[in-house]
């Protein structure tokens, strides 16, 4: 396998050496204040070959199995690790320069711009969260990236990786090393850097404004370093610091810290008790969204649940992968909760600051290519009602005050309150060499990008699993390992948990559903909620302010062929719901009988229960 590898990325790499040009760096100029940024997709064509962004996993493999005299097998990785120090380095490039990792880290979130750099009414960031945007802001995101990455010298064919979190290798070992390994040694020049991928310093001091002048959360000083999991990166207070700092100290060893977050990865990927239980089973589920407007977005798709449970959203996963790096142990397994945690990648304001931000994004943008493969979205998407939840920075599309169980994101940096949002909404601040906007119908079709920017995604582990077929097809089923029972749909029971108001909480937090079936409580239902700590009084915070969870029980017999083995009556089950939080409160609703209120549904028939939980 590792041959086969190796003389694959030799020769895509002799192909890409061909498309280098010297404008690799064209429209990078810095900008002065209150201009676009000149990145993304050019207006001329280019008849360049489709570039190839490769899977991690690959990349590291083949880098591991490289050997003398050449080591070229190490080349592709090396490449990356490169460009990476380029543009991370604040002696190469400035911070103030559109190609420098700082500049394009805060675009995502701090430092905050424009009026969300004071008001939590608005969302200082570029980022799109909780509506329709969301995987196509982050799609012209990274072609944004690789064109700074592209810029370092010798770099110029380099493409960003995507970690495969689906992937065997990513259930059996967590994160790749490269992203964890505090050096990383050259193979063909037998030169060791301190690894730029593992930890970002932040050359410059944060200053959060948009709490009160005491409280600046997320301010930090000069060349503070990203942390993950276990760590803590609040410094914002002279308590946040003081706590930071105990809790840090307790874990000391670096490489330990490492296997404490490979393990939580594991976790939360293959922990498999029923359907959407493990972020691996929602990454498969979200394939099968009826349309993008639903498979987008995490407000979509909680509209949707109302009368199709089983729907998942792409944003959903996602989000639960973040709170893996960044904040959360998953359902207290294995190492337990860990309090105090608070990670970068689990805190929206700054995620976009450390590196692994764009290995997990690049394997959303591949997800998101393998729904469009499957859906026959490649050069259009389906958005059957325009005016449907998600589909506005807020929702209803008015000024604040806004409706706190109905407000979205709220307008992030160059929106309005009443933008619909959709394929031909502008994508900030990423302009075209016409001087207009990137917008989402721009770059839908990735492998027929223009300006020698089209590219395609390298095997990966969903490649399989996606056809026309949709996944719940028997067909699927066998793809995945897994067998349909024969017989007629079962019965399932669904477990709603509404009316948890994320302003209750500081920061992210988790929704955990547990089933106490035949005497032993089981995990049935997980929702990662990718938030912020000033989520009082903000209309614009990255979901709506109401969350919602999901559970699928099946109690007739199971959706698979495993767990359950014989039929169970509703009145057997009980419900338990407990939230995670910063704050180690967790909320306990339990017992709950179920309900025989009876739906019928595809592929198979629910039971609805509504748990009002409240957060007080």
Not at 343 to 360: K, Q, S
Request: glycine share 8%; with cysteine; proline share 9%.
């Amino acid at each position: 396998r590792v041959s086969r590898l190796h003389s694959l990325f030799l020769g895509i790499v002799s192909i890409m050496s061909q498309q280098t040009s010297g404008a690799a760096s064209k429209g990078l100029a810095v900008p002065p204040p209150e201009t676009k940024i000149h990145t993304v997709v050019p207006v001329s064509g280019s008849s360049a070959p489709v570039r190839v962004r490769y899977n991690l996993w690959d990349l590291q493999h083949q880098y591991d199995a490289a050997k003398g005299p050449d080591f070229a097998g190490a080349i592709p990785l090396e490449k990356v690790v490169r460009a990476w120090a380029y543009i991370t380095d604040p002696a190469k490039v400035d911070p103030k320069d559109p190609r420098s990792f700082f500049t394009i880290g805060g675009y995502h979130g701090e430092p905050f711009r424009g009026p969300g750099e004071t008001d939590k009414n608005y969302w200082g960031g570029y980022c799109a969260h909780g509506n329709v945007l969301f995987p196509l802001w982050h799609r012209a995101y990274l072609l944004n990236l690789e064109k700074a990455l592209q810029s370092a010298p010798g770099c110029e064919d380099v493409m960003q990786p995507f970690w495969d979190e689906t992937s065997t290798d990513s259930a059996n070992l967590g994160i790749p090393p490269v992203l964890t390994s505090q050096t990383f040694t050259f193979k063909t020049t037998n030169e060791t850097i301190t690894n730029p991928l593992v930890s970002y310093q932040i050359p410059v001091a944060l200053v959060d404004q948009t709490n009160t002048p005491n409280v600046p959360v997320y301010s930090t000083p000069p060349k503070h370093n990203t942390v993950r999991f276990p760590l803590s990166t609040l410094v914002g207070t002279p308590q946040d610091q003081k706590n930071t700092e105990i809790h840090n100290a307790q874990y000391p060893d670096h490489d330990a810290n490492v296997q404490m977050l490979n393990q939580n990865i594991r976790n939360w990927l293959t922990t498999t008790m029923y359907r959407n239980a493990s972020v691996h089973d929602a990454f498969i589920s979200c394939l099968d969204a009826p349309n993008y407007t639903v498979f987008s977005n995490t407000t979509s798709a909680a509209e949707a649940k109302k009368t199709d449970p089983k729907v998942t959203s792409l944003e959903s996963p996602h989000n639960s992968m973040h709170l893996a790096v960044g904040s959360y142990s998953y359902g207290g397994q294995t190492i337990g909760p860990v309090i105090g945690a608070n990670g970068d990648m689990g805190e929206n304001n700054t995620a976009g600051l450390d590196p692994i931000f764009y290995f997990h994004h690049c394997f959303i943008d591949y997800v998101f290519w393998k729904w469009q493969l499957a859906h026959n979205n490649t050069t259009h998407l389906d958005m059957p009602d325009p005016n449907y939840p998600g589909t506005t920075p807020s929702y209803p599309a008015t000024a604040p005050p806004l409706d706190p169980n109905k407000s979205v994101q709220g307008p992030a940096e160059g929106q309005g309150w009443e933008d619909q949002l959709g394929v031909n909404s502008p994508l900030y601040p990423f302009i075209k060499d016409d001087n207009t906007y990137i917008t989402g119908a721009d770059i839908i079709d990735i492998p027929n990008l223009t300006g020698g920017r089209a590219y395609t995604y390298g095997p990966g582990s969903l490649d399989g699993i996606v056809s026309p077929d949709r996944v719940f097809a028997p067909a699927s089923f066998a793809a995945r390992g897994l067998a349909l029972a024969p017989s007629a749909p079962p019965v399932a029971q669904v477990v709603r948990v509404t009316g948890v108001n994320r302003a209750a909480f500081k920061g992210s937090f988790v929704i955990n559903i547990y089933a106490t079936i035949d005497g032993k409580e089981t995990l049935v239902g997980t929702e990662g909620v990718l938030s912020r700590r000033n989520v009082q009084g903000c209309a614009n915070c990255q979901n709506h302010l109401e969350v919602t969870a999901t559970a699928v029980i099946p109690t007739e017999r199971p959706l698979y062929t495993w767990p359950l083995k014989k039929a169970i009556h509703p009145s057997a089950i009980k419900v338990d719901v407990r939230i995670d939080s910063h704050e180690a409160q967790i909320y306990n609703h339990s017992p709950f009988a179920m309900m025989a209120n009876i739906v019928k549904g595809e592929p198979f028939q629910v039971q609805f229960e509504t748990i009002r939980l409240s957060a007080q």
